[in-house]
Every structure is written in structure tokens, then in C-alpha cells.
């Protein structure tokens, strides 16, 4: 399953190497969330593993950015106890876009304007289904 979120780069680890065949950089994202007019901070610890390592070089901390990871979950036991570790494995990070567009008043569900510094092809359009289309005269 893949997933993205986008926040501000808090933390940014350096490459810890586990054993000689696996290394891991771990960092933190900073997640704002409005709800009901109340803001409400979250902190995402994440890793990126092996060759991905490098993904984060060219990012400062405070920077926005675009993580597109999965969720990895691991269970083990150790003296008759078993124990559930769970990772967000990123696989890319990308700047975040400044200033994308916003949900138009007035503007029909699933649609935003297309800002002219964003591809056409990025999804930001309405483009309904024929099901979902009003043909009707009245």
C-alpha cells in the first residue's frame, strides 16, 4: 500500500549502518491538520532504507516536502512475548508544491483550477463521468 503526506521537514538523521547488509536513515515530518478551525500538530518519525538513503541529501530541514512511503510492520517473539514493530518505509521524497491551488467557492466537488506553473496532466481538473453528467434540458 502505498501512501503521501506532506509536511515540513523537522529532523534529518544521519545514515545509521544496522549491519553490512542493510543501512537506514531515519528523519521527521512536522504534520499540520486543521480540524473544526483547531490546528493540530503531528510528528511523523520515517526511514528510508538502503540505496534510498541518499534521497534526503538534497533537502534542508524546514524544507516542504512530499513523501510518498509504505507501512511496514514486523512481528517477532522474544521470551514467549510476542512484539509488533511498525515502519513508514519513504521511497521518495519531492518538494512540496508552493502555493497549489485551492478548492474554488461556488466550484463543483473535485475540482480545482489548474495553476498555469503546473502540468496539465497532474489531475487538477474536473471531468465528470458520463453517469455523472446533467443533459437535460430543464
Known amino acids: 500500500m502505498s501512501l503521501e503526506v506532506t509536511g515540513k521537514l523537522l529532523v534529518k538523521n544521519p545514515t545509521q549502518v544496522v549491519s553490512d547488509k542493510f543501512k ?6 512536522e504534520l499540520a491538520e486543521e480540524i473544526n478551525g483547531n490546528t493540530y500538530t503531528n510528528f511523523a518519525k520515517m526511514q528510508l532504507v538502503q540505496q534510498k538513503c541518499d534521497i534526503l541529501d538534497k533537502f534542508n530541514e524546514g524544507d516542504s516536502v512530499k513523501v510518498s512511503f509504505n507501512i511496514k510492520g514486523n512481528r517477532w517473539e522474544k521470551d514467549g512475548k510476542v512484539n509488533y514493530i511498525t515502519n513508514l518505509d519513504a521511497w521518495r521524497i519531492e518538494p512540496a508544491m508552493a502555493g497549489a491551488p485551492t478548492q474554488s467557492a461556488g466550484a463543483p466537488a ?9 502540468p ?6 474536473y471531468n465528470p463521468s458520463p453517469e455523472n453528467v446533467d443533459d437535460l434540458p430543464f
Open 24 to 29: 537506514k536513515r531515519e528523519f521527521v515530518l
Open 110 to 118: 473535485g475540482y480545482a483550477p489548474v495553476n498555469a506553473a503546473q
Open 120 to 125: 496539465a496532466n497532474t489531475g487538477n481538473f
